[in-house]
């Protein structure tokens, strides 16, 4: 990109602001909108009314609040008139979806994938047979984008590693974008659930936050200064392997101590004395089942937290997040254990006790599907700019 | 920030990239300026002749390289034009500057602190009084900002801890500010290094950086997609306070087995079993006089490596540095280490494994004049974009 500004730029980049406005926050009256992006009432008009021409946004009359005067216009996004291809590639399960402009899921497919089924030449012929099934309505994605537990390189969307899928080097970019003929980006699962919590979640409107979400293993996303955390590969955010206990357990990646083996799903199975195998399902019921008193003289449960604890006082410490959103196995960690965690986020880091807002600790909102949905957000966030 | 564009903020913008241009990169022709800022030669030319009339940069007539053809002309950054107060507040010393437009110190004062000399009002008071003296030849700083070890709030220049020079809510920025008559940016000493660094010196055009600086504690600052990492308060980079030895020595924070008590200077005064409260002068000696063969023999130094490549493992995992700078007293340590160090880095940690670029380790090359020169920068950042 180059570094000075044009004056026929200025109309595609304010265009471009309106459309993520009206995708990311709704709906908003014509004041509304002029007073957000700081433009004047006629380039407002101008450029809503080209953007209901090509058909992206409706208008419609509302009353004022109580006051009288002239009705406002509404504008709002127009979901069918602009979609994506949205996909979550998890261990268990795989989900296919058309997103429309706004953000609502207008048609998916979820599938459970059994043990075997997730060889990356499976999966990409299943997501082609569903895309085609849910195009048969008429939706016409214009872009795509897919949420992959593993290591990705954002700029082709080759998955280096996805480990729990079994996956190397696959570049699934490229074979996705030959059989959808569409541009297909690629993204780390918990960098999507981040960016998904951020737009519509848990933490909609936070400049600063770290998204945990555990599940086999332990991913992270982080968002500063209200944007996503990428660096310039998009190799940011593995939270899973920060070594935290150099005398614990062997980690698949090579060392000892990474916080995954603290805090992961056969962590939390060990936390409760149950086997390391025992189903997802059965250990959420066993979870969710606890009395406060049961958590409170859990010894397994406060190692568990104290694990849990050392690692959110690290990422306060180099971080400085205003919110911790806890995805995944993660929210379903008892209330009463994550009050402590957060009390000790806040009373053992130097960042914690300085910071002006305490930092604070919440589940996330949008449950499984944070990855679709931020798989989405990622598709949008290329297609939008030239829409 | 307003997030619409208007036509008449274009010219602005271009200003202000063209002088950030010059600054950070050096004197530059018309056509290369017109190239690297995306803009035409007529556009270019009325910028540099409107800067040219302010005073801020000079033309000369260069002789093209070996080809015939019309000379180019040179456009330079004037540094008696517009300069900066730039403040470097250390344990050990007082460094206060004049830095002009595009970087070079035009006049400084350094000044060794003895013990007790850092009380805050002090500081304050000495600062004033040096500011006076450079300011004598004429020259008139437009901004100021200060280096501090410690943790700031960017809004409003208060450091809330700065536990090496025993100071606790002290409202830096406004007593300076009030006192120089100007406004006062403060910022975190090892941020400021990553900022010089990365604009100067060993991190030049080099996008994910993770800049770490050794002195009595260990610090940190980041550099991530070409920029550098603050969060919404600028409270990050704590990196020294990362837990990584849950059973270790107890820091200073509260924690136990913090990065900084296993790679602070006490730890590397114990790897060579010299006392913990050798003078510095004495452990570089020490460092440097070391051969090859006694560090590959030496047990402690092969300690204090582990743990320094436990922390860098970490750092690569959470953030994906292509380079990582060693500043202050890490870049003494032994070359031989740093390539064992640099090793692990590549093949231990996932990110470092899959990265397309492995990362590199290397010392810092501003010295001592690291957290002043960002010091400077900071204070232009803010500078420029008005002048």
Chains 1, 2 share one sequence.
Request: aromatic content about 2%; glycine content about 14%.
């Amino acid at each position: 990109m180059a570094l000075g500004a044009r004056p026929d730029g200025v109309r595609r980049h304010n265009r471009s602001t309106l459309l993520h406005r009206l995708h990311t926050v709704g709906p908003g009256s014509r004041t509304e909108l002029a007073a957000e992006l700081g433009l004047n009432r006629s380039t407002i008009k101008a450029l809503v009314d080209e953007l209901a021409a090509s058909g992206l946004v409706t208008e419609r009359s509302v009353e004022p609040n109580g006051t009288a005067g002239r009705p406002s216009l509404l504008v709002s996004p127009r979901a069918e008139a602009l979609c994506v291809l949205a996909v979550d590639v998890a261990v268990e399960r795989l989900t296919v979806a058309l997103v429309g402009f706004g953000g609502r899921i207008l048609v998916g497919r979820n599938s459970p994938a059994r043990r075997g089924d997730t060889e990356h030449g499976v999966v990409v012929e299943r997501v082609l047979a569903i895309a085609e099934t849910l195009s048969l309505g008429g939706l016409r994605p214009v872009g795509a984008a897919v949420s992959v537990p593993g290591i990705v390189r954002r700029s082709d969307g080759l998955v280096h590693e996805a480990p729990n899928l079994r996956w190397s080097e696959v570049p699934l970019g490229t074979l996705l974008g030959d059989g959808l003929g569409l541009p297909v980006a690629i993204g780390n699962d918990a960098d999507l659930g981040a960016m998904a919590e951020h737009s519509r979640g848990a933490a909609r409107g936070v400049g600063d936050a770290v998204y945990l979400s555990a599940d086999v293993g332990v991913g992270g996303g982080v968002i500063t200064g209200g944007v996503p955390l990428r660096g310039s590969t998009g190799h940011v955010g593995e939270v899973g392997h920060m070594i935290l206990r150099p005398d614990g357990r062997l980690c698949y990646c090579g060392c000892r101590g990474c916080w995954e083996t603290e805090v992961g799903e056969q962590a939390l199975c060990r936390a409760l004395s149950l086997p390391e195998d025992t189903s997802r399902r059965r250990l959420v019921a066993e979870l969710r089942g606890l009395t406060e008193e049961q958590v409170a003289a859990d010894a397994g449960l406060a190692e568990y937290a104290r694990w849990l604890g050392v690692g959110v006082v690290n990422l306060v410490n180099l971080l400085a997040p205003e919110l911790v959103v806890l995805g995944g196995l993660l929210a379903e960690v008892p209330a009463s254990l994550l009050a402590g965690v957060e009390q000790r986020a806040r009373g053992r880091s130097l960042v914690g006790r300085a910071a002006s807002r305490a930092v604070r600790i919440r589940p996330a909102e949008l449950g499984a599907q944070a990855s679709l949905l931020g798989a989405a957000e990622l598709a949008f966030e290329r297609v939008l700019p030239n829409s």
